[in-house]
């Protein structure tokens, strides 16, 4: 053993070069320990060592920024805190940071809020000294220069990496943004038709789950302050003294969270951060630890994350044992019909596409909130037709806040297919599209009735007149129009005609097209393949 007062600064900055050689980067307790075992020094006097190392730049400090439970880490004096480097540091001290550089790299330098959240498996709000906000994490790698935020035309934030250490240009980041966009709504087309899938299979309860939606893929479903791309609730027991039939609330029943990946591989990355999501969200309640079944579905795994899926005891499905081997192509043409929208010839023969492919592989009905929003953009051509060299917007979200005299604040959110802003005549035109079958009615309803003709024109169409109160202000006079492929009730014939007659009727439609309505409409403006596309692929004699 060498005695410390005959060794001296250089032999132990000689002795933490070599050590830092052999592994890139060690934390100050870990050096500590090395310098207490191979000197004899006291922890005290290795602290000194350490110092005096940095401050003759033998070595250089992650100071600062703190890398691991509230430690500085050590490299050598010749490294930098870069992207590869800190991602070197994170994979061994901090695997949340680690895990969101790595998925921002694997999507081309870019991720939203939303899924960073999900990956770095950070809570909404602070509840815990022990857990770091995201807000913590974009603090030291903007501090380091590796991202920024920066926000879309649809209020969606996004971390963005630098490039050579400077913000991307504007073109460049636009298409980025739009891009990865398309993947988000990518990942969560088929949530709806998967959740009804689950339902139909008694492994989740018909209680109305909580989902990411695709026309606002930047907001997941919050339960228990984390996020998720679904959760809900089962009373699926098994062979359990306590019976489903007792599970009469969701505290006797099991918690049901999904992580769903369509628009990429499932990874080691995703897998990690939903298994700490479901621990942090386990140990969260006092008492005994909730219950929870998790399920990933996912497009493509290696067979290393399908085992381990397996040891986990969580269940997994490939999107293809779901709605079969054609689902894929399906989703990528759904996505790929963003790129068609300007071209009506083309977006309709591919709609007629995915439809015949929906159609031959037997998933029409499993595919039902799929074939809704084929819907959406089959109608496009027609609304450009009614009103050319207008200003379009399509699948808007439009959202405000009130806090009430607690100081609690409710957020009130719609979603609107298309909102037309026409300057001859000046209104401002909101569309509500449904695309269900022949056998399908839509009901009169209440302003609280989703999916109602009520629910439209008495709660999302003046909600939306009243969030673009500036048109209003410019003259232009708030309209609504619903249209469907479906049918409606005798009273939401008369309920129509009354729409008809008064201010939200626009001047070149009527306020609602039904079935044979909307195919005279589409016939009479020219869109006689349209028509054929409803008539072969919107056709069943009952749709519940």
Request: aromatic content about 10%; proline content about 4%; overall charge positive.
């Amino acid at each position: 053993m060498v005695n410390k007062t005959n060794t001296n600064q250089e032999q132990f900055n000689a002795f933490l070069i070599s050590v830092l050689k052999k592994s890139f980067c060690s934390s100050g307790i870990e050096l500590n320990e090395a310098l207490v075992g191979e000197f004899g020094v006291t922890p005290q006097y290795a602290r000194q060592i350490l110092k005096r190392s940095v401050e003759k730049e033998r070595i250089k400090s992650s100071a600062p920024h703190m890398f691991g439970t509230g430690q500085y880490v050590y490299f050598l004096s010749k490294e930098n805190l870069n992207l590869s480097n800190v991602l070197k540091i994170c994979k061994k001290y901090r695997p949340p940071i680690y895990r969101l550089l790595e998925l921002m790299r694997m999507n081309g330098g870019i991720v939203s809020i939303y899924e960073a959240l999900k990956i770095t498996s950070t809570p909404i709000k602070k509840n815990s000294a022990k857990i770091s906000l995201l807000s913590d994490i974009e603090y030291i790698l903007t501090e380091l220069s590796i991202i920024y935020r920066k926000k879309d035309e649809n209020s969606v934030e996004y971390l963005i990496l630098y490039e050579q250490n400077q913000k991307l240009s504007s073109p460049v980041e636009n298409q980025k943004i739009s891009d990865h966009y398309n993947k988000m709504v990518t990942d969560c087309t088929l949530l709806p038709d998967v959740l009804r899938w689950l339902i139909n299979s008694n492994i989740i309860g018909n209680s109305q789950p909580i989902y990411r939606n695709k026309k606002t893929p930047g907001r997941g479903a919050v339960q228990n302050n984390l996020v998720w791309d679904a959760y809900g609730y089962t009373k699926a027991t098994g062979i359990n003294p306590s019976l489903a039939v007792k599970s009469d609330n969701t505290e006797k029943q099991t918690l049901v969270v999904l992580d769903v990946v369509l628009s990429s591989d499932y990874t080691n990355i995703y897998l990690d951060a939903f298994v700490e999501r479901i621990q942090h969200n386990r140990h969260s309640t006092k008492g005994d630890s909730r219950k929870i079944l998790p399920i990933v579905v996912y497009k493509s795994a290696s067979q290393l994350v399908v085992n381990t899926l397996g040891k986990l005891g969580i269940i997994a499905f490939d999107i293809n044992s779901i709605f079969g081997t054609k689902i894929v192509d399906i989703l990528l043409k759904t996505q790929n019909l963003v790129q068609l929208i300007n071209d009506p010839e083309d977006i309709e023969k591919e709609i007629s596409n995915i439809l015949k492919t929906i159609s031959n592989a037997g998933q029409e009905d499993a595919l039902r909130d799929l074939k809704g929003t084929l819907f959406e953009f089959l109608m496009y051509p027609l609304i450009v037709n009614l009103y050319p060299q207008t200003h379009i917007e399509r699948g808007k979200i439009l959202s405000s806040e009130t806090v009430d005299e607690t100081g609690e604040t409710t957020i009130e959110r719609y979603e609107y297919d298309y909102i037309v802003v026409n300057n001859n005549p000046p209104e401002l035109i909101f569309i509500e599209l449904k695309g269900y079958n022949s056998g399908a009615t839509i009901p009169l309803g209440d302003r609280n009735t989703k999916s109602s003709l009520k629910w439209f024109f008495r709660r999302t169409l003046p909600f939306g007149i009243k969030q673009y109160d500036r048109y209003i202000k410019e003259g232009k006079v708030g309209k609504g129009v619903y249209i469907t492929s479906a049918n409606f009730y005798p009273d939401g014939h008369d309920f129509i005609a009354t729409i008809n007659k008064s201010k939200l009727k626009p001047l070149q439609l009527e306020a609602g097209y039904e079935r044979q309505s909307l195919i005279k409409l589409l016939t009479e403006r020219g869109f006689n393949n349209e028509v054929k596309i409803i008539e072969k692929f919107y056709t069943k004699e009952t749709e519940s």
